[in-house]
């Protein structure tokens, strides 16, 4: 149980592109769901929480603009890379909160590798 | 807001080998997650261990809420034990973390 999906893993695009990633629950349902970033060799910097049905609450100095969170399932929240630099190209990867669990215990998903060229 | 401390920042083991990792917190919290990311970039849950012990395995985990600190044991190290260990403390009750700098751990067969 708690499994979190993500899809793409890997993505590459071009600069200027946008790039939407999901990220599924698949055998709970998560009113809150966080996006963070990861650079090679830190740890994880929060970037947003996703709050279903409502909007995203972001981290100080996360463009909203820029970095576009919908969680409009129970299942399902998504971020979106707007137009995209390279300075942008990290790993991306979402958890999740069980909304049946008392516990506020995070479930990961594997994560997306973002290469702006 | 809350800071996290995890010691040492790099470990390195033979198979077989026993270790303890740390994870100290600034304020009080209500519960703590110990993960383990793969070199593919996963994160596995270990444990989640506000307060008391817990096992699982050759792992264990103590969390002594009242010092502020937590531990990880690893007992008898397998490769595939390698990776990055990160604990998390609460920053709200909305659920939101705060992760250490992590513990990166290279077992050598």
């Known amino acids: 149980g708690a499994v979190v999906s993500q899809h793409p893993s890997r993505v590459i695009c071009k600069s200027g592109t946008s790039v939407k990633i999901e990220c599924r629950s698949l055998d709970f349902q998560a009113t809150t769901m966080f996006w963070y970033r990861q650079f090679p060799k830190q740890s994880l910097m929060l970037m947003a929480t996703?709050?279903?049905?409502?909007?995203?609450?972001?981290e100080q100095g996360v463009e909203k603009d820029k970095f576009l969170i919908n969680h409009a399932s129970l299942t399902l929240s998504t971020l979106t890379v707007t137009s995209a630099h390279p300075e942008d190209s990290s790993f991306y990867i979402c958890?999740?909160?069980?909304?049946?669990?008392?516990?506020?215990?995070?479930?990961f998903g594997p994560g997306t590798r973002l290469t702006v060229l | 807001g809350i800071q996290v401390e995890q010691s040492p920042p790099d470990l390195i083991l033979q198979e077989g080998a026993n270790s303890t990792l740390r994870c100290n917190f600034s304020d009080s919290v209500n519960n703590l997650q110990w993960f383990h990311q793969n070199p593919w970039g996963q994160l596995i849950n270990l444990f989640y261990?506000?307060?008391g012990t817990k096992q699982n395995g050759r792992l264990s985990a103590t969390t002594v809420a009242t010092e502020r600190y937590s531990l990880l044991y690893i007992s008898s190290s397998q490769t595939t034990d390698s990776g990055v260990y990160f604990c998390a403390v609460p920053l709200s009750n909305a659920g939101k973390s705060t992760f250490g700098d992590g513990t990166t751990l290279t077992v050598k067969p």
């Open positions: 261990i506000p307060s």
């Open positions: 996703s709050n279903e049905g409502s909007k995203a609450t972001y």
């Open positions: 958890s999740a909160l069980n909304s049946g669990s008392p516990y506020n215990e995070q479930f």
